[in-house]
């Protein structure tokens, strides 16, 4: 192993959205290319947001995204004492120090230095408090806060990012930040600087939304006097209205949930939020896991933030075309090469869901299943439309799609009558194959003097109830003899 330490931060508020799974793959990429180690640590201080559901929410979704951690998951609050010990020893240091201020007279000065348009910052006003001015506050058990001292330095604070390049900030526009809350619990700022020195942390990667604090936690780094990690601040996922993609605006369909709930298969997912955001020089857009390692580097991550093109506003268009066109088609492109074995996992497990799974697939009908899905797959986007559209394969109720009823048979009469009379000729083959199937039906065709192509789209409709698909001679085998002609014969009724 290297010396590649990163890790993966989540508050557990909320289900695992796209945005935090793109920072993990990122941090998890860049470990692995670093033969280094990728840590999980649930940052759950906030413990009337944190909840349980939460966190086995977000590790059940880095799981399904086959993003495996080498360490952790460790719960933040696990370390409450450490993180106290380091406010103490910071305001034992004169680095920090105690404010009574209250909340109420806070807001006024607040107020009274936007109404002065002066910065309305922290004023500094318990920063030289004598000691016993501090214990006679303490004694009356008037409420406090321990906020960091800001060096009072002339010039800048910075850093160089590792995508952005250097930024800087005047001491001066720093406030004296609060690490520790009136009810003696410390804040995100503190905790997570205490965790990334004890974890070891080599490299932050995270999004630019934490670039305020980063300024804040480099101040913590000196005050307890280490070295500061590399910071790489990743653009933004913003929505087509170039708003930044939040649970709290978007709701359900930015949770990675969503998008397994659909039929999205996670290495797709994978592979489409990595290019959320980060690019090699040739833009290539499909990746394999191994690839994708090798190719991964924090200087391929892009400054400008990334646009997540679902339709945030149109409900019913969600429901029919739910997400990003490139998602969908990655997802299709691997729904359609990967190995047939493996597909058929993800279609078992869906096929279970709908209720249409039989025990023979496992067993005697388990070469004709994988056939079958083989054969379907062809026009499909998520595993969602094994189900949807491939129904008729597996099912006798299967639906009719109303395009395809108006053009291939409801224009065509006199199909009514001739495909219960194909229907009688294939009842009496002894063999069902393709080429033989194909000789039949257009032998058939020309004694009935009909086109070939009426009867075979007509075929189509009624026996899969779709418009199009495969070659339909490939799909009278896989649905089988009894099906096809029971179909055909139907018809007339
Ligand atoms: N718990 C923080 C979050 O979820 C972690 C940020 C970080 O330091 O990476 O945003």
Aim: hydrophobic fraction near 35%.
């Amino acid at each position: 192993m290297s010396d590649v330490v990163v890790r993966f931060p989540p508050s557990p508020t909320g289900y695992l959205h796209i945005g935090g799974a793109r920072t993990a793959i990122f941090n998890w990429l860049f470990a692995r290319k670093h033969g280094g180690k990728f840590i999980l640590r649930i940052e759950n201080t906030d413990t009337e947001r944190s909840t349980r559901e939460s966190v086995e929410g977000i590790l059940d979704g880095l799981r399904w995204l086959g993003l495996h951690w080498d360490e952790g998951p460790y719960f933040q609050n696990d370390f409450h004492k450490e993180h106290i010990r380091a406010a103490q020893m910071l305001l034992e240091m004169g680095l920090a120090y105690k404010c009574f201020c209250s909340k109420e007279e806070l807001d006024k000065r607040r107020q009274q230095a936007l109404h002065e348009k002066r910065s309305i910052g922290y004023d500094g006003r318990c920063r030289g408090l004598s000691q016993d001015e501090v214990k006679k506050r303490e004694k009356k058990g008037i409420p406090y806060v321990i906020r960091f001292k800001v060096p009072e330095r002339e010039g800048k604070i910075g850093y160089d990012d590792k995508v952005l390049g250097r930024i800087e900030k005047d001491y001066s526009e720093i406030e004296d930040f609060v690490i520790v809350r009136s009810n003696g619990t410390p804040l995100y700022l503190l905790c997570n600087v205490v965790d990334d020195i004890r974890d070891g942390i080599t490299h932050i990667i995270r999004g630019q939304d934490h670039m305020a604090n980063t300024i804040r936690q480099l101040l913590l780094y000196e005050a307890l006097k280490k070295t500061p990690p590399v910071f790489a601040h990743m653009p933004l996922t913003l929505d087509p209205r170039k708003r930044k993609i939040s649970k709290r605006t978007h709701g359900e369909v930015v949770s990675v949930q969503f998008y397994r709930e659909r039929g999205f298969l996670p290495w797709a997912l994978v592979n489409f939020l990595v290019l959320l955001g980060w690019h090699t020089s040739d833009n290539r857009e499909i990746f394999s896991k191994e690839e994708l390692i090798e190719a991964f580097s924090i200087e391929g991550i892009s400054k400008a933030n990334s646009v997540f093109n679902f339709n945030p506003d149109d409900k019913e268009k969600i429901k029919k075309f739910f997400t990003d066109p490139k998602a969908l088609s990655i997802n299709a492109h691997y729904l359609r090469t990967m190995p047939v074995d493996e597909l058929y996992e993800y279609v078992k497990e869906d096929f279970i869901k709908s209720n249409l799974w039989r025990k023979e697939y496992e067993d005697e009908k388990k070469e004709w299943f994988l056939s079958t899905i083989d054969l379907i797959r062809s026009r499909f986007h998520t595993i969602k439309d094994f189900a949807r559209y491939g129904r008729a394969y597996f099912a006798d109720d299967f639906p009719i799609d109303e395009k395809a009823l108006k053009k291939n048979i409801l224009k065509h009469p006199q199909l009514k009558a001739l495909l219960p009379m194909l229907s009688d000729v294939l009842n009496g083959l002894e063999t069902w194959n393709i080429e033989l199937l194909e000789d039949i039906v257009r032998a058939f065709c020309e004694k009935e003097g009909v086109k070939p192509g009426i009867v075979i789209n007509g075929i189509r409709t009624v026996i899969t109830g779709q418009l199009k698909g495969p070659g339909i001679f490939d799909c009278m085998v896989a649905i089988g003899k009894d099906r096809v002609i029971k179909r055909l014969a139907h018809l007339a009724k």
